[in-house]
T-cell receptor
């Protein structure tokens, strides 16, 4: 069975700083997808970024980028120039290539301080 | 597009009562997912449908839970009888159903069972 582990339950950083959220996963699959979802206080789940395991290049979306280390089964999220609106719960998630089920980590609560 | 619509947004009920949560997926989406979010267990997939057919219900906690999708634009998750441990936020999500397509989440229903 696949598992997703987020070792940082909570983090705080100052506005404009860069922050990295950690995620590791366990799977015997060779092809899969990884995601970072954001859940702000409004409770809405929003997809932040997505990585296909077969791609060596790390995905980026504006201020958000990932460091995907397939051999180490690590998938960290970097937020550059953090903004107050980035305050949210962030979930790392895994999906097999042959499935539609998403396995979520327990989340990291991120506070951006003014 | 209105996005995934869930109702009610909040539900407070007493133990033993029947609870029905409703979801309208994004028009044109073929896959629908029901998730439960709690502090202890995080975000868990309960069941998902593809073209109105249940594909995987292995996450449904017990026989008190049932889900239906009578047509492409409507799904229900029913709990009968409800128990205090069912208190959680229940999310519905939908996707195009293409391989590994993005899931779009509704705003969730916060259920409190007294």
């Amino acid at each position: 069975a696949q598992t997703v582990t987020q070792s940082q339950p909570e983090m705080s950083v100052q506005e404009a700083e860069t922050v990295t959220l950690s995620c590791t996963y366990d799977t015997s699959e060779s092809n899969y997808y990884l995601f970072w979802y954001k859940q702000p206080p409004s409770r809405q789940m929003i997809l932040v970024i997505r990585q296909e395991a077969y791609k060596q290049q790390n995905a980026t979306e504006n201020r958000f980028s990932v460091n995907f280390q397939k051999a180490a089964k690590s998938f960290s999220l970097k937020i550059s120039d953090s903004q107050l609106g980035d305050t949210a719960m962030y979930f790392c998630a895994f999906m097999k290539q042959t499935d539609d089920k998403i396995i979520f980590g327990k989340g990291t609560r991120l506070h951006i301080l003014p | 597009d209105a996005g995934v619509i869930q109702s009610p947004r909040h539900e407070v009920t007493e133990m033993g009562q029947e609870v029905t949560l409703r979801c309208k997926p994004i028009s044109g989406h073929n896959s629908l997912f029901w998730y439960r979010q709690t502090m202890m267990r995080g975000l868990e997939l309960l069941i998902y449908f593809n073209n109105n057919v249940p594909i995987d219900d292995s996450g449904m906690p017990e026989d008190r839970f049932s889900a239906k999708m009578p047509n492409a634009s409507f799904s229900t998750l029913k709990i009968q009888p409800s128990e205090p441990r069912d208190s959680a936020v229940y999310f519905c999500a939908s996707s195009l159903g293409l391989p590994r397509d993005e899931q779009f989440f509704g705003p969730g229903t916060r259920l409190t069972v007294l």
